[in-house]
């Protein structure tokens, strides 16, 4: 039987396809590649706000054309969409031969060969049953790979539908997290890039008390070069944290904190636990603490109690602080969350007009950060050769895969992806850098 699959959203979402793959691998069925002929196309999906909604059901209406024309044979859809929206995608898209929720993607196996022998299956687990510990199937380059340490989130954002599509906040055993860290060492990962929908409240929950700390501890002993943090959230970030974070080698000084906003009345409301000053004040001890640090953050325009006063206030704040990346997205107003059920709001027209100005606003930051690096010799992680700039293309530590920009660079010599070279910042190309090979 072949079988192929679609990823949509998130890296987390992306650790789930592997985990499917994985257990299609192993039970003897053929992985074919995107756009090849296949029995059963699975479509894992994101359902997290309008756009990610948007690209899932085009994905789905693409691939039941390629069924129409008689080039793949079923469409499986699991994922966020279904799980947010079962009865709809039962009703409105007839060419979906079959579903299966969050909780249910260790029955793809079964569920493969239910609707190859002519069912439908419609399989729904518990959304917040421990985390399954599943072998993968590394679908990124083989130099790094995203190690997932828990599921779901408590942090209930007024605007966020996660907790009801992922469930409760569900950390990893530390033993399995090491198992699995292990061998992606073995298997020559070079950068372990840590994730979950909130790392900083990993261990809570089984053992009682915030255990990253430890765990990262134990995650530098294994055979990586970099470790990446993806997702810690602000009002979780310790002492004993931030310590670990600079003195530990392998840790990059990259970290990714989602504040959404800065407006306390719009923090509030949005169910935050910060407060400007707060943050203000995280920003500077993270910053005198970790030298060379930088930031990356996702910003919300348009959240119910952002009049004028408080978009401005947001724009000011970020010319203060200085955060290095960001994420932009207009106010997506997603039904079951209390945000959506408040009324002083901007317009969707608005929310976007505003998201513009702010990516504008950090556009002029990063410009500045790339200028300050003009002439510094940086480590690079190469992930290849791009044949149209006719150049190697890699990553220092202030960036991160597939959100974060590039560095191409220049070699005298032929250099294998997954190696580490340094590089000599001399310029900019499209809001990238670019750079020399140095030995």
Not at 65 to 80: P, R
Not at 190 to 214: F, H, M, N, S
Not at 221 to 245: A, K, N, S, V
Not at 399 to 422: C, K, L, N, Q, W
Request: proline share 4%.
């Amino acid at each position: 039987m072949k079988v192929s699959f679609i990823s949509l959203g998130c890296a987390k979402n992306l650790v789930n396809t592997e985990q499917m793959m994985a257990l299609c691998r192993d039970a003897g069925m053929e992985l074919m590649a995107e756009g090849q002929s296949a029995d059963v196309v699975v479509i894992n999906t994101c359902g997290f706000i309008d756009s990610a909604k948007s690209e899932a059901i085009d994905t789905i209406l693409s691939v039941a054309e390629q069924k129409d024309a008689g080039q793949v044979g079923k469409i499986l859809v699991t994922g966020c969409l279904t799980q947010r929206y079962k009865e709809e995608i039962l009703k409105e898209l007839p060419e979906v031969d079959g579903i299966l929720g969050t909780g249910s993607y260790s029955d793809i196996v079964p569920a493969i060969r239910e609707v190859m022998g002519g069912g439908t299956p419609c399989r729904f687990g518990s959304i917040h049953a421990p985390v399954e510990e599943l072998d993968r199937v590394l679908t990124t380059p083989s130099h790094y790979a995203y190690l997932r340490i828990a599921e779901g989130c408590d942090n209930h954002c007024a605007y966020c539908v996660i907790p009801s599509l992922r469930g409760k906040y569900r950390s990893r055993r530390m033993e399995d997290v090491l198992a699995e860290a292990a061998r992606l060492a073995d298997a020559g990962v070079k950068e372990c890039i840590v994730i979950a929908q909130d790392i900083t409240r990993y261990g809570i929950d089984l053992y009682g008390r915030r255990e990253l700390p430890r765990l990262l501890k134990e995650l530098c002993r294994l055979d990586f070069r970099w470790i990446r943090l993806h997702y810690l959230y602000p009002d979780e970030i310790t002492d004993e944290l931030i310590d670990t974070i600079a003195s530990e080698p392998k840790i990059l000084n990259y970290l990714d904190l989602p504040i959404q906003h800065c407006n306390d009345a719009v923090l509030k409301a949005m169910n935050r636990r910060d407060t400007k000053e707060e943050l203000l004040a995280l920003f500077r001890k993270l910053r005198e603490r970790i030298p060379g640090l930088v930031l990356r953050t996702s910003l919300i325009t348009g959240l119910p109690y952002e009049d004028e006063d408080a978009f401005n206030e947001l724009c000011e704040f970020l010319r203060q602080v200085r955060i290095e990346r960001a994420g932009v997205f207009p106010y997506s107003p997603e039904e079951g969350t209390p945000a959506a059920k408040m009324t002083n709001r901007v317009d969707t027209a608005e929310a976007e007009r505003r998201a513009e100005l702010v990516v504008d606003v950090q556009s002029d930051i990063m410009d500045d950060f790339n200028d300050s690096r003009m002439g510094e010799t940086v480590e690079v992680l190469c992930d290849g050769f791009d044949g149209q700039s006719m150049s190697y293309v890699g990553r220092s530590y202030a960036e991160s895969p597939d959100i974060d920009g590039r560095i191409y660079f220049t070699a005298d010599r032929e250099i294998d992806p997954g190696r580490f070279v340094m590089v000599r910042i001399t310029g900019t190309m499209d809001g990238e850098l670019t750079g020399e090979m140095e030995e």
